[in-house]
């Protein structure tokens, strides 16, 4: 079996960290295979929303694969097969498109955390748009406790995503805290038994592919262009959305549907 599965249904793109014996602990091929999957995601008009989760029950992700990819990318030893070739021929974009971070993916993403969420694991979460987290998922940076530092990511979006005292004593103090804690502090949308988290996530899912999908994608848009930018340019930058959705087919077809009492067919245009 492949350490990434990449599947559609109905409209979802469904994303598993499929390394359930190493804690779905991100290795070469698994990194190649996720920005891979990512890219198709974007490039897919029939899909309209992913679901990103960890296979089995006991991990998201515990984060890089220190004996498979770290020793790679420090060049401790050379690649043995096809996908060592392709992450270390470009290690930086492979890394920039599976972590999400300089790579424009407006559609929604939904995360359903099973088990262990750390390092790497928490990098790819702060990444997703709705995260539900099974009642036994742990969540944790513990870079620090090994004199590293988190990735990017985290130092970015943090402290924007939770409450910035919070984000420091994650960062600064290494400890993980637990669902309830995450939830607390407005890290996850929902805590739920441990059988109920999939389908969940497919509950959220359909809603959204229920929406008008160009609605839903300029929203995503906007928020993350408005992040770090004044007042006055995110009202731009919303005004702009709302101009562009008025002149669209699916905002006529919106209303339309409503006052006919029927569900809306929205073509993304």
């Known amino acids: 079996m492949p350490p990434l599965l990449y599947e559609k249904k109905d409209a979802i793109a469904y994303i598993t960290l499929n390394r ?3 804690h779905n602990a991100i290795d070469p091929e698994m990194a190649v295979r996720l920005a891979d999957a990512w890219q198709d995601y974007n490039h ?6 992913a679901i990103i989760t960890g296979a089995g ?39 920039r498109i599976a ?15 099973n088990g262990f969420c750390f390092a790497g694991g928490t990098e790819l979460l702060q990444v997703t748009d709705i995260r539900v987290a099974a009642s036994n998922a742990r969540f944790g940076l513990p870079e620090v406790t090994r004199g590293l530092a988190p990735a990017e990511v985290s130092l970015t979006l943090l402290p924007r995503q939770i409450p910035f005292c919070k984000a420091m004593e994650i960062l600064l103090v290494g400890d993980a805290i637990d669902a309830d804690e995450a939830w607390r502090i407005g890290f996850v949308n929902y805590v739920v038994p441990p059988r109920e988290l999939l389908p969940k996530a497919e509950e959220l899912a359909r809603k959204i592919v229920d929406n008008g999908p160009l609605a839903v994608k300029l929203i995503k848009e906007t928020v993350l262009k408005t992040s770090g930018v004044t007042i006055e340019m995110g009202h ?8 562009r959705l008025g002149m669209s087919e699916d905002a006529k077809e919106g209303p339309k549907a409503f006052v006919e009492k029927r569900r809306p067919v929205y073509r993304g245009r």
Not at 44 to 49: G, W
Not at 236 to 243: H, I, S
């Open 20 to 22: 359930p014996d190493k």
């Open 44 to 49: 897919d008009d029939a899909l309209r929303v």
């Open 57 to 95: 029950d006991r991990s998201f992700s515990a984060g890089a694969d220190l004996g498979r990819l770290i020793p790679l990318l420090l060049g401790n030893r050379g690649p043995e097969d096809e996908w060592d070739h392709r992450f270390i021929e470009d290690n930086y974009k492979v890394f």
């Open 99 to 113: 972590l999400l971070k300089e790579y424009a993916l407006y559609k929604p993403i939904i995360a359903a955390v």
């Open 236 to 243: 731009k930058l919303g005004e702009n959305v709302r101009y």
